[in-house]
């Protein structure tokens, strides 16, 4: 297969070229990488107008997705969602643009309204989860929504969610469209999905445009993404797509990530990751039913992230996390009643062996009572970028009751707001912020 961005690479580093061109460890840096390290030099193309060695490997990248488009990301997906909300932006001309979402959206997307002043309608299903992190988001909730609000300008979804939960997109898409109306995903979590045995991929399922991270789930370097364009998305996304990216991004975007996402896209196209997933979807299925044996509560239907509700289960995630550690694991988050755990191709057998033996030596006990309220509705005092940039002071949260939250408040990780900027801070907010370990808000 094609690796374009690497091979021009590999040819750079065999020259006897002088490198009077940035970057200035001019290849002999202290890391040991930085021969390969180079900049938008002749031959090196331009990653907002690609059309030589990036071009290339990006429609072979589209062509693995089945996309019209996919542009690549050196700074991560959420370069990728704040380009989605600026073509929305472009999108709705004159008049501000309303996009339906659900509350577990990711920072990225608040900064990405504020910056764009864009208005949000949010959707609270109930029940709403316990946690911030999780939304049940069905499709009856978006066309409800979508009946009650007609003048929205698109629909955005979060899917899978941090504690891998999946959406169903497939259906979501068909009624988004029926009311003449775009589908964004936010599938950051979910690179892998188009390469299961059966696609779930959200381009797949009639998303007009969503990100992948692709370096959450692939084997790719961190800070990598991919902005995925449907075959059926309006002409202007694909249009607009790159000069939107490039108004959010670096000038200087890093080849070594381009690289690692041109030898992933080679690893796609040839079938060799697609074969090492269904391994690994066995074996995280094999290691599900075995905590389960144990008798450990398993929440989420994501096929390669192991989420355990640890509070079910008599511990807080954040011990059960500690514990886990004693035994050389390290999850991915964990929070006062979750620890998540995602699983990828280079993974061992002797990996999930640990795991299996840790969580069998580690006691069950009583499960703990949550006195914390669900998230609920919040009063808008404002616009979010009215909030966003008016001079603010930073308090307490118990002295913060009735206060706006002037720049929003996010459980980091996983960076999901808990109140957002405009809205005035109730009680029951001011409980889930604790919750979250979050003592200090900045308010107007």
Request: net charge negative; with cysteine.
């Given at each position: ?137 069905t ?17 955005y ?14 259906a ?18 979910g ?73 992933c ?63 050389s ?37 009583p ?15 404002m616009?979010?970028?009215?909030a ?57």
């Amino acid at each position: 297969m094609a690796t374009p961005i690497i091979d021009f690479v590999e040819n750079c580093c065999n020259s006897k070229v002088s490198r009077f061109f940035m970057p200035g460890h001019k290849g002999k840096g202290l890391l040991g990488f930085e021969q390969r390290d180079i900049t938008e030099i002749k031959g090196a193309d331009y990653l907002y107008e690609a059309s030589g060695i990036i071009g290339e490997s990006e429609r072979q990248t589209a062509a693995a997705f089945g996309a019209a488009d996919t542009l690549f990301s050196t700074e991560g997906s959420t370069l990728c969602i704040k380009t989605m909300l600026g073509i929305i932006r472009l999108m709705a001309g004159d008049t501000q643009p309303t996009v339906l979402a659900p509350r577990n959206v990711h920072k990225a997307f608040i900064d990405g309204c504020i910056l764009l002043d864009i208005n949000v309608v949010w959707l609270y299903p109930q029940p709403y989860s316990e946690s911030i992190c999780s939304a049940n988001i069905t499709p009856q909730l978006i066309e409800n929504a979508l009946k009650a609000h007609p003048d929205v300008t698109c629909c955005y979804v979060t899917s899978p969610d941090y504690l891998g939960n999946t959406a169903d997109i497939q259906a979501i898409a068909k009624i988004c469209h029926s009311f003449d109306k775009p589908l964004l995903v936010d599938n950051a979590h979910g690179a892998y999905l188009a390469f299961l045995e059966e696609n779930a991929h959200p381009i797949s399922l009639g998303a007009d445009m969503c990100c992948d991270s692709a370096h959450k789930t692939l084997p790719c370097c961190t800070g990598t993404a991919y902005l995925h364009i449907s075959k059926t998305a309006p002409q202007l996304f694909s249009k607009a797509a790159r000069n939107v990216m490039s108004m959010f991004a670096s000038t200087s975007p890093s080849y070594l990530l381009l690289q690692s996402l041109d030898l992933c896209g080679d690893m796609l196209a040839s079938g060799e990751f697609a074969q090492r997933l269904a391994e690994l979807v066995k074996r995280v299925d094999k290691c599900r039913q075995k905590l389960t044996s144990l008798g450990w509560a398993l929440c989420g239907n994501e096929k390669t992230k192991l989420t355990i509700c640890a509070a079910k289960c008599g511990h807080s995630g954040t011990e059960l996390a500690e514990l886990l550690r004693q035994y050389s694991i390290e999850p991915e988050y964990s929070d006062r009643e979750y620890v998540v755990l995602m699983a990828g191709v280079y993974n061992t057998e002797s990996d999930f062996e640990r795991l299996e033996n840790a969580l069998a030596a580690i006691s069950i006990k009583p499960p703990l009572i949550n006195s914390f309220p669900p998230v609920v509705p919040a009063e808008r005092k404002m616009s979010m970028r009215a909030a966003a940039f008016l001079p603010w002071e930073s308090v307490n949260v118990d002295d913060s009751l009735g206060r706006v939250c002037a720049m929003t408040v996010t459980a980091c990780q996983p960076s999901v707001p808990v109140v957002v900027s405009g809205e005035v801070i109730s009680e029951d907010i001011i409980k889930i912020m604790k919750k979250y370990s979050i003592f200090q808000v900045n308010v107007l």
